[in-house]
């Protein structure tokens, strides 16, 4: 018998033999029911198996409040939805925001169906870049703020803060301590683009009705929005006191109060364009009150806690936003996001920018009128006096830390020419002060019972000072004029005498050694021996006198500095002194944020 050909359906030939259409048939719709068979194993998900949850937000490790969560499930391999998960969903294990997050298993042994799992089809996300996200940031806040600026500053983020600022006073034209140069809060958003804004305020007012704080954030961040229509918004919530603070102060400071207002700055997010990041309790102990290892007076942190701050930051403070978001601001409405960058570059969010403001929500134009001056001096942290007339003050009263004069009353500061200029133009309340233009350590030291101070602080010499009173605390700026003729390492040995002489003259002071302040590069060029290297150098050595029992170091030169770490031209009246005002005020108000031990 001739043989036929059969042809497959792929059109190859089969020469191997006759193949009768009904076995070709039934062969074929047996391979097709076993395929079938498998594919339905494939995607019938065992109980063990781990349903992919998507998530907008989370409130969880990282510390951002969950918003507009998406629905749970996702796609299966045909293209259908895969019914949600019940399962609590776990925390995950970086700072971001969004993703895929995946359910814990239910109890008991999963069924065993005889397949693998398949793989989710979900990218791995890449891990935020710290110093990408927060070089486009803006920090305003504080005294804390500040702190953070000067202990625990990120790379590339820029800080506006000052010390008595509060979610009242803003906008009232004063300037920030954190190197904005002369420029109001208002003038530096509109020279500036931002892509993210974080605010920390509250500590100031805390005194106030939580409706008068929370009305002003409503229209600090409606102020915010208008003038940075593409930066997103994040409300940091306010750190606890100790619980000794706390105790002492049942209507101020007090951690009730502090979580009553974190509880209601948290409901000003909308997790689309304003949200609310709580990180209080990284510095709690097990009771809920801030650790008191972490403060010096129970509401400021120490200059080793703000690495702290830092490091959460860099870890856990960072936003994930979705890419192609159609942003609407929830809590005030009409506002979305865009602009580019004054360096060319594009924002993060994308947007269209704002053509105008809204009007619905004019901005304030003028300070509260019990505001006050901006030349007085700030105390340690000093809140605005009693709120604007238009809301009245609650029976509890706002903030009344002690003021600088009855810290500093018994503070004696001795120094060069530079402390004479504090005496004169950013004088602490209370103080005595000792200081001589051109004076060096030697000065003192070896004119101890003969050297007499600038005539407008008297006609005793040192010794005649010390033995007249006891001082409980005894700030030293020497060393500038030293290293024109002078290793930093001799003057330090200088140091170390001169500490010795107070020490024994002053047996219960406490001794606080200042950094030296830079000079301008211009000044460098001309008097390298007093250039910046050779700064760093004796400040780095005097630091290490410091024993943090009765000798201590207060390093805020960078204070003073420009982005190269040189005085700034315009805080410098001839490369080496200081002008009269803003720096001494700077200084001062350093002082007495975190020069009070």
Request: with cysteine; proline share 8%.
């Given at each position: 018998?001739?043989?036929?050909?059969?042809?497959?359906?792929?059109?190859?030939?089969?020469?191997?033999?006759?193949?009768?259409g009904g076995r070709y048939a039934l062969l074929v719709c047996l391979i097709i029911t076993a395929l079938a068979?498998?594919?339905?194993?494939?995607?019938?998900?065992?109980?063990?198996?781990?349903?992919?949850?998507?998530?907008?937000?989370?409130?969880?490790?990282?510390?951002?409040?969950?918003?507009?969560?998406?629905?749970?499930?996702?796609?299966?391999?045909?293209?259908?939805?895969?019914?949600?998960?019940?399962?609590?969903?776990?925390?995950?294990?970086?700072?971001?925001?969004?993703?895929?997050?995946?359910?814990?298993?239910?109890?008991?042994?999963?069924?065993?169906?005889?397949?693998?799992?398949?793989?989710?089809?979900?990218?791995?996300?890449?891990?935020?870049?710290?110093?990408?996200?927060?070089?486009?940031?803006?920090?305003?806040?504080?005294?804390?703020?500040?702190?953070?600026?000067?202990?625990?500053?990120?790379?590339?983020?820029?800080?506006?803060?000052?010390?008595?600022?509060?979610?009242?006073?803003?906008?009232?034209?004063?300037?920030?301590?954190?190197?904005?140069?002369?420029?109001?809060?208002?003038?530096?958003?509109?020279?500036?683009?931002?892509?993210?804004?974080?605010?920390?305020?509250?500590?100031?007012?805390?005194?106030?009705?939580?409706?008068?704080?929370?009305?002003?954030?409503?229209?600090?961040?409606?102020?915010?929005?208008?003038?940075?229509?593409?930066?997103?918004?994040?409300?940091?919530?306010?750190?606890?006191?100790?619980?000794?603070?706390?105790?002492?102060?049942?209507?101020?400071?007090?951690?009730?109060?502090?979580?009553?207002?974190?509880?209601?700055?948290?409901?000003?997010?909308?997790?689309?364009?304003?949200?609310?990041?709580?990180?209080?309790?990284?510095?709690?102990?097990?009771?809920?009150?801030?650790?008191?290892?972490?403060?010096?007076?129970?509401?400021?942190l120490k200059a080793k806690s703000y690495k702290i701050w830092r490091d959460y930051l860099l870890s856990e403070g960072m936003l994930r936003l979705p890419e192609n978001t159609n942003i609407?601001?929830?809590?005030?409405?009409?506002?979305?996001?865009?602009?580019?960058?004054?360096?060319?570059?594009?924002?993060?969010?994308?947007?269209?920018?704002?053509?105008?403001?809204?009007?619905?929500?004019?901005?304030?134009?003028?300070?509260?009128?019990?505001?006050?001056?901006?030349?007085?001096?700030?105390?340690?942290?000093?809140?605005?006096?009693?709120?604007?007339?238009?809301?009245?003050?609650?029976?509890?009263?706002?903030?009344?830390?002690?003021?600088?004069?009855?810290?500093?009353?018994?503070?004696?500061?001795?120094?060069?020419?530079?402390?004479?200029?504090?005496?004169?133009?950013?004088?602490?309340?209370?103080?005595?002060?000792?200081?001589?233009?051109?004076?060096?350590?030697?000065?003192?030291?070896?004119?101890?019972?003969?050297?007499?101070?600038?005539?407008?602080?008297?006609?005793?010499?040192?010794?005649?000072?010390?033995?007249?009173?006891?001082?409980?605390?005894?700030?030293?700026?020497?060393?500038?004029?030293?290293?024109?003729?002078?290793?930093?390492?001799?003057?330090?040995?200088?140091?170390?005498?001169?500490?010795?002489?107070?020490?024994?003259?002053?047996?219960?002071?406490?001794?606080?050694?200042?950094?030296?302040?830079?000079?301008?590069?211009?000044?460098?060029?001309?008097?390298?021996?007093?250039?910046?290297?050779?700064?760093?150098?004796?400040?780095?050595?005097?630091?290490?006198?410091?024993?943090?029992?009765?000798?201590?170091?207060?390093?805020?030169?960078?204070?003073?500095?420009?982005?190269?770490?040189?005085?700034?031209?315009?805080?410098?009246?001839?490369?080496?002194?200081?002008?009269?005002?803003?720096?001494?005020?700077?200084?001062?108000?350093?002082?007495?944020?975190?020069?009070?031990?």
């Amino acid at each position: 018998m001739k043989r036929r050909s059969y042809t497959d359906p792929r059109g190859q030939r089969d020469n191997s033999g006759n193949i009768s259409g009904g076995r070709y048939a039934l062969l074929v719709c047996l391979i097709i029911t076993a395929l079938a068979v498998v594919a339905m194993g494939l995607f019938v998900p065992s109980d063990g198996a781990k349903n992919p949850i998507e998530a907008f937000m989370l409130f969880a490790r990282n510390g951002f409040k969950q918003g507009s969560d998406s629905p749970g499930g996702g796609t299966d391999g045909s293209g259908s939805a895969s019914a949600p998960s019940t399962d609590p969903v776990s925390e995950p294990g970086s700072g971001s925001v969004t993703g895929t997050v995946t359910a814990d298993e239910p109890s008991g042994a999963p069924t065993d169906t005889g397949v693998t799992d398949s793989p989710t089809t979900a990218a791995p996300e890449e891990p935020i870049n710290p110093t990408e996200y927060y070089k486009d940031t803006l920090f305003i806040g504080d005294s804390r703020t500040a702190g953070l600026y000067i202990y625990g500053r990120i790379e590339g983020a820029s800080y506006f803060a000052r010390t008595s600022m509060n979610v009242g006073n803003c906008f009232n034209g004063s300037k920030s301590e954190t190197g904005t140069g002369s420029l109001s809060l208002e003038a530096y958003l509109k020279k500036n683009r931002f892509g993210k804004i974080y605010i920390l305020l509250g500590i100031n007012e805390i005194g106030y009705s939580y409706d008068w704080i929370v009305t002003r954030y409503e229209k600090l961040i409606s102020r915010l929005q208008e003038l940075q229509p593409g930066a997103v918004i994040v409300i940091q919530s306010n750190m606890h006191v100790t619980k000794a603070k706390s105790d002492s102060s049942p209507k101020t400071f007090n951690n009730t109060r502090i979580n009553e207002l974190n509880r209601r700055l948290s409901e000003l997010a909308d997790g689309k364009k304003v949200f609310y990041l709580s990180f209080e309790s990284i510095f709690d102990g097990a009771d809920g009150n801030m650790n008191p290892d972490y403060s010096g007076d129970g509401v400021h942190l120490k200059a080793k806690s703000y690495k702290i701050w830092r490091d959460y930051l860099l870890s856990e403070g960072m936003l994930r936003l979705p890419e192609n978001t159609n942003i609407t601001v929830i809590t005030n409405p009409g506002y979305s996001g865009g602009g580019d960058r004054t360096d060319g570059t594009t924002d993060r969010v994308t947007e269209p920018p704002v053509t105008e403001p809204p009007k619905t929500e004019p901005p304030e134009t003028k300070p509260p009128t019990t505001e006050p001056p901006t030349t007085e001096p700030p105390t340690t942290e000093p809140p605005t006096t009693e709120p604007p007339t238009t809301e009245p003050p609650e029976t509890e009263p706002p903030i009344t830390e002690p003021d600088d004069g009855s810290y500093f009353s018994d503070a004696l500061f001795i120094g060069d020419s530079r402390t004479v200029g504090l005496s004169l133009y950013g004088e602490i309340k209370g103080a005595t002060y000792f200081a001589k233009n051109s004076a060096t350590v030697y000065t003192f030291l070896n004119g101890y019972e003969t050297a007499k101070p600038d005539p407008r602080m008297g006609d005793r010499t040192l010794s005649e000072v010390l033995a007249g009173r006891k001082f409980g605390k005894i700030y030293i700026l020497f060393g500038i004029n030293e290293l024109g003729g002078s290793a930093p390492s001799a003057v330090r040995g200088g140091f170390e005498r001169f500490v010795s002489l107070l020490k024994a003259a002053q047996p219960n002071a406490k001794i606080i050694i200042q950094s030296n302040m830079h000079v301008t590069k211009a000044y460098e060029e001309k008097y390298p021996a007093r250039g910046k290297d050779r700064v760093n150098e004796l400040n780095s050595l005097l630091a290490g006198l410091a024993n943090g029992k009765d000798v201590f170091y207060l390093g805020f030169e960078t204070l003073f500095d420009d982005e190269e770490g040189y005085l700034r031209e315009d805080y410098a009246r001839d490369g080496l002194h200081m002008l009269a005002g803003e720096p001494y005020n700077v200084w001062r108000g350093y002082i007495t944020e975190f020069g009070m031990l």
